[in-house]
C-alpha cells in the first residue's frame, strides 16, 4: 500500500482520490508517520447478506416444537 506524505497528498490529491475511488487504498503520513488510511467509500459490488435479513417477514407457528411429534415417535417405536 502506498504511502504519501502531507504535502504530497495535497500537492495530488485529486489524483490520489481518484485512485483510492477505484479500489486503490492509500495511506497519509506526517513525518514518516502514518495517520490516516484512504479508501473508497464504496466498493462497487453489493454487501454480504447477513444472519437475520428477512427477521420480520417469515412467522413461524407457535407450536413448531411440537410439529411432527407423533409422526417422528412412530418412526423410533418399536
Not at 488510511?37 to 416444537?65: E, H, M, N, W, Y
Amino acid at each position: 500500500m502506498q504511502q504519501y506524505n502531507i504535502h504530497a497528498a495535497k500537492t495530488h490529491l485529486s489524483e490520489l482520490v481518484e485512485k483510492a475511488a477505484v479500489g486503490e487504498a492509500f495511506i497519509i503520513a506526517k513525518a514518516g508517520k502514518p495517520m490516516v488510511k484512504v479508501i473508497p467509500c464504496f466498493s462497487g459490488t453489493a454487501p454480504r447478506k447477513r444472519i437475520g435479513f428477512l427477521k420480520g417477514q417469515i412467522l413461524v407457528p407457535a407450536d413448531f416444537d411440537e410439529m411432527g411429534q407423533n409422526e417422528i415417535a412412530g418412526i423410533f417405536e418399536v
